[in-house]
């Protein structure tokens, strides 16, 4: 059985803590991705008049479901 274990240094493990805040703050400030926006989308419907398949990819409206 281990009686004695030797703890981290003091300074070492400060000087960790404090560059992993820069880092944290640097990478929310500047590197943090923005806002996705979506401009595709994708019906499918199947049904006894067959199978009926539509995609609109852009800035055009919705096509009504049939």
């Known amino acids: 059985m281990i009686s004695v274990v030797q703890g981290l240094v003091p ?3 400060a000087l960790v803590a ?3 805040a820069a880092a944290a703050l640097a990478w929310a400030l500047v590197g943090a991705p923005g806002t996705a926006a979506a401009d595709a989308c994708a019906y499918a419907s ?3 008049n067959g199978t009926e398949a539509v995609a609109v990819a852009g800035s055009m409206t ?3 479901p049939p």
């Open 11 to 13: 300074i070492s493990s």
């Open 18 to 20: 404090r560059a992993l």
């Open 46 to 48: 199947t049904g006894p």
């Open 62 to 64: 919705w096509p009504l």
